[in-house]
Structures are given as C-alpha cells and as structure tokens.
C-alpha cells in the first residue's frame, strides 16, 4: 500500500514537472535586443498627432506615467485629449537596461498618482491594447531613463 502512494506521488510530481518544462522557453527568444542608443526623441504629444509616423519605431518620450487597478497609461499636460490614449506594457527585460533607483521609484509608485519619465521603447498604433483593448496605441518600454516624482512638467526637445 505504501508503494503504491509513494509511486503514484512519483508519477504525479513528474507528470508536473514535464507540463512545466513544455512552457519554458529561454528569455532570449521572445525579445529582440533593440539599439537604445539610436532612439529617436519625440514629444508624446508629438506622437498622438502622427501615430503612424511612429508605429513599430524605437522612441525615446517624456511623458506622465500613471498606474491604477487595471491602468497603465501615458499623459501629458500639454496633450488636448480627455482621455489617456496609450498603453504602457514593460518589456520582459526592461528591468536588465534599467538603473536601480528608477525601477525602485517605479515599483513603489503609489496608485493613481502620476510619475515624471523618460522612457525608451517601441511605439505600436496598430491595434487594440490595455484593459479590455480600450486603447489605440501600445508603449512597450525597453528601459526607463529616469523617473521622478510629477512637478514642473516639460517636454524633452526632439531630435530628428
């Protein structure tokens, strides 16, 4: 009798431990390494007057990062929109290319209170992102530059 649980426990914990491993996939394979360097500096507001101009570019924006149950979006003070427009979703790897301090303010941003960042990633306005696809446009960070709490707002000056 006890043979026998202890090989159904035997069975059991490998056919777990095979279910498991069938998802696994190396890190490397899902992400592309981008050139951070080469980002283009763009106003956020900038990019919601041309999102096409942008869609499935490297970006570098300043903008207010806000995060709530169920949010996380892009603002600025100088956009004329009633509501936020774009999604931000961290790349699985953003926290590798970013400096301690900043992923430490942004983990303990409180909820519903905005953040001053620059950030560098991929603009996407080809679809449907966020909570329940409400939003047209998609940041995927790749790394945080800074990020501070919001006061005197200003835009970083554009490269072309």
Known sequence: ?????????RVLLFAIAANCAQGQVPSHSKSPDIDLGGAQTVAYCGILVR???????????????ETDFELSVLTAPSCYT??????????????SRTRWRFRHALA?????VQMDVVLIGVFKADGHFGHMDMYPF??????????????SFRPLPETK
């Open 138 to 151: 998609l940041f995927e960070v790749y790394k945080v530059e800074s990020a501070r709490p919001s006061g």
């Open 1 to 9: 009798m006890l043979r026998w649980r202890q090989l159904r426990l």
């Open 82 to 95: 009633a509501l936020p427009l774009t999604w931000v979703k961290f790349e699985e790897r953003w926290e």
């Open 108 to 112: 303990n941003q409180k909820w519903g």
């Open 51 to 65: 999102p096409e101009t942008f869609n499935n570019k490297t970006i570098r924006v300043r903008a207010l990062y």
